[in-house]
């Protein structure tokens, strides 16, 4: 028999190395990178749902600074004192807020036990409709119906009740939380700038021009995103509320307040609020003029989807339609209702800061006076642009920023 042939022994330093196809290791490599990703994310994720109590106030704040700082640097433009006008800013805002609800709550106390005998009344209608019917449906069999629904939609609900009962579980929680906002926002307005340079400094300090752009950059679509999402939303409570003024609703003005509140929070909230314009027009009025109603609500939402919302919303946040349902749905998902609220402008800001820093525009503009925003360079992280920020500073870091460029060049 013929001696069996010797096989090379192989390096161990060699082994596998063309055994695994070209494909498999890119993919291997991808893989093992978006698991440290989504790792990641899901610590983050985790962490703001362990302090949804600070972080969600928090947020709150973030918001509304967006809307308040530039109004607060129109009235120092116009020689305003900082602090009067960082309290004007804040104060009326809640002052605004506070007025829109105590409308709401005042309106609809003084028809309460009308809307409660009506709603009855409707009630009992619609059961002798069903029974008198050709379907023929009995007292047992609607009350088992009734009951069915109510315990799906509190099963379906149980995320968004969850999320809105995640404030606190007390009014002394819900008290915290407004406070820690209203702070919040105040720091913000006094010294915004101070805030940005301590978080940039975080940072390496190779990466704090991408960081300081990616967030200038994020801010400036985040108070694009408020300012759209107010215009919006006054034209849907304007569209709904001059609709059901001219039906005959009842309760039109603080429809079209809950209309103004509910457009901030999408999707969701402008389902609930039509809803409820509905509901209160087939209570107080009958069938047709609700049937009219929901065809105002239809009519208003079609117009904000199909125009309203890309030729506004998507040029100031830049985000596809698609993305904005999808973010909605998994910010109802794992925070509920503060989820819904912050969905999209998170997705946002974060698509303008991503496209920011993979664009590499920060290389560019490193050691240029900025167009928008904050300013690092290697010893100080300053504000020059940033709204909050007063000309006298602006004019001694350009000065400043000359000297250290003379000095390079000497």
């Known amino acids: 028999m013929p001696a069996e042939t010797a096989v090379p022994a192989v390096p161990p330093h060699r082994i596998g190395a063309g055994s695994v196809p070209p494909g498999m290791q890119i993919a291997a490599s991808w893989s093992w990178r978006l698991l440290v990703v989504l790792a990641v994310a899901a610590v983050l994720v985790y962490l703001v749902i362990q ?33 009067i006008a960082v309290a004007v800013a804040e104060i009326g805002v809640i002052v605004l807020v506070g007025g829109l609800l105590y409308l709401v709550i005042t309106q609809v106390v003084s ?39 109510v315990d799906s939609v509190q099963a379906d609900s149980g995320v968004l009740v969850g999320g809105a009962l995640s404030l606190g579980s007390s009014l002394g929680h819900i008290l915290a939380g407004v406070l820690l ?48 999402q107010i215009l919006v939303a006054a034209i849907d409570a304007i569209g709904i ?29 402008a389902v609930v609020t039509g809803a409820l314009a509905v509901f209160i027009a087939l209570v107080y009025l009958g069938l047709v003029p609700a049937l009219w109603m929901l065809g105002v609500v239809l009519l208003v939402q079609q117009i904000e989807g199909h125009v309203l919302q890309p030729l506004i919303m998507g040029t100031a946040v830049k985000v596809h339609p698609l993305a904005v349902v999808l973010a909605v749905g998994t910010g109802a998902f794992v925070g509920g209702i ?35 925003g904050l300013q690092v360079d290697e010893e100080t992280v300053a504000p020059p ?10 004019r001694t870091l350009r000065r400043r920023t000359r000297t250290k460029k003379d000095r390079t060049r000497d």
């Open 51 to 83: 302090l949804r109590e600070v972080i969600i106030p928090l947020f709150i704040a973030v918001v509304a600074s967006a809307l308040l700082v530039p109004f607060s640097n129109w009235l120092q433009r116009h020689r305003w004192p900082k602090g």
């Open 111 to 149: 028809q309460f036990d009308d809307l409660r005998s009506q709603s009855i009344e409707a009630y009992r209608t619609f059961q002798d409709f069903l029974r008198e019917s050709p379907l023929q449906v009995s007292q047992r069999e609607f009350d088992d119906y009734v009951r069915s629904v």
């Open 181 to 228: 906002a209203l702070f919040a926002a105040l720091f913000i307005l006094i010294d915004g700038g101070g805030i940005w340079r301590w978080i940039v400094h975080i940072f390496p300090r190779r990466a704090r021009d991408a960081v300081n752009g990616a967030g200038v950059a994020g801010w400036n679509t985040l108070q694009n995103f408020v300012k759209v």
């Open 241 to 269: 509320g001059v609709g059901a003024a001219i039906i005959g609703v009842p309760l039109a003005i603080p429809i079209a307040v809950l209309v103004f509140l509910g457009s901030f929070v999408p999707i969701v909230g």
């Open 338 to 372: 503060p989820g819904a609220f912050f969905a999209v402008p998170f997705v946002a800001t974060a698509n303008t800061m991503v496209k920011y820093v993979a664009s590499g525009a920060w290389k560019s503009e490193r050691g240029l006076p900025p167009r928008h």
């Open 385 to 394: 642009a940033n709204p909050t920020a007063a000309p006298e500073q602006q």
